[in-house]
């Protein structure tokens, strides 16, 4: 049993698998839980080597105990990663669609905002970069900040993935630019 899969789903989730077991799965479960919070802060070869050490001590029928516990702590971190991937996943639809109802938009202002954002995020940080290392060469002890520069560089590339996701990902009505009125010149 790799003692890891016990170590990340953390003390508090082990005693509560073992109270929805009771009994000598319980005894186990408050075992290496207690195993957990002593090595919670060393480094992962440490807390690793620790619980193996404390598996290995337990007695052989606490190991079909400790089956039912690693079986169920799979259980709960399976479900807890595919919540956070349905989550993510419905943020994306929800900005995907703020963007294509943007798109479809009759007033002008609000469906060219975001590239007008992007091709500022970008040229902003080009120049930020071109001025960091002209300071640089200049002599100044450090150029373009590489925080800053993400800081910049967010917009524009949050509209090119969406712009990218939305190309290809299945969806009903027109995606992102297709059927929007170009952008006319005051004559």
């Known amino acids: 049993m790799d003692p890891f899969t016990l170590l990340t789903v953390g003390p508090s989730i082990l005693r509560g698998i073992g109270s929805l077991f009771g009994g000598k799965t319980q005894e186990v479960a408050d075992t290496v839980a ?52 349905q989550h993510e996943e419905h943020r994306l639809e929800q900005v995907q669609e703020t963007a294509r109802t943007e798109a479809k938009s009759e007033d002008e202002y609000v469906r060219r905002t975001r590239p007008w954002m992007a091709r500022w995020s970008f040229t902003a940080s080009f120049v930020y970069v071109a001025a960091g290392e002209v300071a640089r060469a200049l002599g100044a002890d450090t150029g373009a900040d590489p925080y800053i520069l993400g800081v910049l560089l967010s917009p524009a590339v949050t509209y090119i993935t969406g712009r990218t996701v939305d190309a290809f990902s299945p969806h009903k009505g027109p995606r992102m630019g297709e059927n929007v009125i170009p952008f006319k010149k005051a004559a």
Not at 63 to 68: G, I, P, Q, Y
């Open 34 to 85: 207690n195993v957990a919070d002593a090595v919670t802060g060393q480094s992962p070869e440490v807390q690793r080597q620790r619980m193996q050490e404390a598996l290995d001590a337990m007695p052989p029928e606490a190991r079909v105990e400790l089956a039912k516990i690693a079986n169920e702590a799979e259980s709960i971190k399976a479900d807890m990663e595919s919540r956070r991937l």
